[in-house]
Every structure is written in structure tokens, then in C-alpha cells.
């Protein structure tokens, strides 16, 4: 799992962004974050937090299918821990 410690500044505003809503998984192998109906800039990172549990789909979906992303609860728990942290 990832700490809060080894999150980038682009994890947490890839995360930030996830938590305000209108993110979208399609889903696949390494799934493909979009922001707003835009791919996001930098899909390494996103394919990073789906891995480490702080990304999730909100519903299953078929390969290819574009869900809702949600923010896991260590997502959450990452987002409020650098908070605290700031």
C-alpha cells in the first residue's frame, strides 16, 4: 500500500480531482483514468493509485466500459492524512 509519504503532488491532485467527481475508469488490464471526459495527462500515475488501492470503479463494468472512479477508504485516508500533515 502506499503511504502518504511516497504520494506525489500529482497523486494528490489526481486524487483531489477523483474526490470532487466526474472522474471515469475504463475499465481494462491497467485501467484508463478520464477527468471530466479528458484523459488524464498522466496515466502512469493513475494506473499507480487504481494498483495501490486509492482508486477504484464504482460499479463493474465490462472491459472497455467507462464507470464512475471512486476514491477507496485508504484513498480518503490518504487525501486527509497529507492534510493534517500540510
Do not use: W, Y
Not at 502506499?2 to 475508469?25: F, H, P, Q
Not at 471530466?36 to 488501492?53: E, I, N, P, Y
Amino acid at each position: 500500500m502506499t503511504t502518504t509519504n511516497a504520494l506525489s503532488a500529482r497523486d494528490r491532485a489526481i486524487l483531489r480531482a477523483v474526490a470532487v467527481g466526474g472522474a471515469e475508469l475504463q475499465l481494462g488490464t491497467e485501467s484508463d483514468l478520464f477527468l471530466d471526459g479528458r484523459c488524464c495527462c498522466d496515466q502512469s500515475a493513475a494506473h499507480h493509485l487504481v494498483r495501490t488501492g486509492l482508486i477504484t470503479a464504482a460499479k463493474p463494468g465490462l472491459t472497455g466500459q467507462r464507470v464512475a472512479a471512486a476514491l477507496t477508504p485508504a484513498g480518503h485516508e490518504a487525501l486527509d492524512q497529507h492534510a493534517f500533515a500540510a
